[in-house]
Nanobody, 120 residues
Framework: QVQLVESGGGLAQPGGSLRLSCAAS????????MSWYRQAPGKERDLVAT????????KYLDSVQGRFTISTDSARKTVYLQMDNLKPEDTAVYYC?????????????WGQGTQVTVSS
């Protein structure tokens, strides 16, 4: 079983920045893709950004393109989301997701979520 632990959420003013981190842990596993999703109250969970751990290919939600940057530290099996020029509509619970495989099976794991609030 692969566990994901997120950190770095909080309160930011419009135009401000926050950096989210998500560390994967477990026994004998490899991660192929790591992603950040977000879910605002009353709305569906949306894919914000995703990155492949080997080729470092990235993809972003249109509304965050140019403001958010996803990156990974493959050795530490950690994914980051640098969020700049934050807007009130970025307010949501942000979830980390990792897809990969262990010695015996593939996995698709989620973090517990971290709240991001953008408000003046």
């Amino acid at each position: 079983q692969v566990q994901l632990v997120e950190s770095g959420g909080g309160l930011a003013q419009p135009g401000g920045s926050l950096r989210l981190s998500c560390a994967a842990s477990g026994n004998s596993f490899n991660v192929a893709v790591m992603s950040w999703y977000r879910q605002a109250p009353g709305k569906e969970r949306d894919l914000v950004a995703t990155i492949t751990t080997q080729q470092k290919q990235t993809k972003y939600l249109d509304s965050v393109q140019g403001r958010f940057t996803i990156s990974t530290d493959s050795a530490r099996k950690t994914v980051y989301l640098q969020m700049d020029n934050l807007k009130p509509e970025d307010t949501a619970v942000y979830y980390c997701n990792a897809i990969g495989w262990t010695d015996v099976r593939p996995f698709n794991s989620w973090g517990q979520g971290t709240q991001v609030t953008v408000s003046s």
